[in-house]
């Protein structure tokens, strides 16, 4: 069965400061992978994703995440944070087989200090 | 998010009753899915459907019907409220294409079970 571990439940970071979320993800075959942003009260918005090709994805809002498969990861960064950045971020990895069935980690919750 | 549509937004239900969240995409996505979101464990598969007639369980299936009679539509329905059912529930849609599948979600729906 496929997992999704966010090992961070929180971060706080300064605004300016760069952002490192972490992901792993536990799957037999070559996984769909994703990040989802969710602002308070709100739905969930994609971020990027990864299928194939450059394992250095970039997504919106100046996100980026890299693809390492001896790793098992999808680490997702930012360079410089912004006050608008706090939010709740979800690893998600899905079977290319499966257009609908997401796994998805436990968020991590990303506080930014002025 | 585009073309996803929940209904309602906010929900207050007593234990034992029945009811029904609407869920409708004007995008002609032939998957469909349910997740609920409960805290620190990201969202869960509840139901999904890959067309019009077909749906199948998810990870979470107990307590929820489906039906998938349009394209359009993918109702849940919670058949006898129980307050472990206190969730917030989110539809969602996905594309299919060259570049892979990208899914779109609803706005979610806030339910509280007392």
């Known amino acids: 069965a496929q997992s999704v571990t966010q090992p961070d439940i929180h971060i706080t970071v300064s605004e300016g400061a760069s952002l490192e979320l972490r992901c792993n993800y536990s799957y037999g075959a070559t996984p769909y992978l994703f990040w989802y942003v969710q602002s308070p009260g709100q739905g969930l918005q994609l971020l990027l994703k990864y299928f194939s090709g450059d394992t250095l994805v970039q997504g919106i809002k100046g996100f980026e995440a890299e693809f390492k498969r001896s790793q098992s990861s999808f680490n997702l960064r930012k360079p410089s944070v912004h006050w608008s950045d706090a939010a709740e971020y979800f690893c998600?990895?899905?079977?290319?087989?499966?257009?609908?069935?997401?796994?998805f980690g436990g968020g991590t919750r990303v506080l930014v200090k002025p | 998010n585009a073309g996803v549509t929940q209904t309602p937004k906010f929900q207050v239900l007593k234990t034992g009753q029945s009811m029904t969240l609407q869920c409708a995409q004007d995008?002609?996505?032939?998957?469909m899915s349910w997740y609920r979101q409960d805290p620190g464990m990201g969202l869960r598969l509840i139901h999904y459907s890959v067309g019009a007639g077909i749906t199948d369980q998810g990870e979470v299936p107990n307590g929820y019907n489906v039906s998938r009679s349009t394209t359009e539509d993918f109702p849940l329905r919670l058949l006898s409220a129980a307050p472990s059912q206190t969730s917030v529930y989110f539809c969602a849609s996905t594309s299919t294409g060259p570049s892979g599948n990208t899914i779109y979600f609803g706005e979610g729906s806030w339910l509280t079970v007392v």
């Open positions: 998600a990895v899905g079977a290319r087989a499966a257009g609908n069935k997401l796994t």
């Open positions: 995008m002609n996505h032939e998957y």
